[in-house]
């Protein structure tokens, strides 16, 4: 088992930026493939983006490609989103998780955190 915990959301004006992290326990944390997805109020659960063991290969939702960026430190047992020219639609609260494949379909993460809520204003 790994245990997620999220940190860094809060409020910020369109435009500005956000580091989200996600630290982990348990399981050896370089053992899994790691991602972040959202929930906006009234909406499903959407895939952000996914990184690999490594950390050398990393996938985007159209959404978010150009301004976010995912990356880990497996030292630290952390992963983390920089968010950059947030937009109101980027309003959500934001998970982290931990799965055993490479993958955008929400299924595939067997462990969550408990999510940390961003809010972008206009």
């Known amino acids: 088992q790994v245990q997620l915990v999220e940190s860094g959301g809060g409020k910020v004006q369109a435009g500005g930026s956000l580091r989200l992290s996600c630290a982990a326990s348990?399981?050896?944390?370089?053992?899994?493939?790691m991602g972040w997805f959202r929930q906006a109020a009234g909406k499903e659960r959407e895939f952000v983006a996914t990184?690999?063991?490594?950390?050398?290969?990393?996938y985007y939702a159209d959404s978010v490609k150009g301004r976010f960026t995912i990356s880990r430190d497996n030292a630290k047992n952390t992963v983390y989103l920089q968010m950059n020219s947030l937009k109101p639609e980027d309003t959500a609260v934001y998970y982290c998780?931990?799965?055993?494949?490479?993958?955008?379909?929400?299924?595939?993460?067997?462990?969550w955190g408990q999510g940390t809520q961003v809010t972008v204003s206009s």
């Open positions: 998780a931990a799965g055993s494949d490479y993958s955008v379909i929400i299924n595939s993460y067997d462990y």
């Open positions: 348990g399981r050896i944390f370089s053992s899994y493939v």
């Open positions: 990184i690999n063991r490594s950390g050398g290969r990393t």
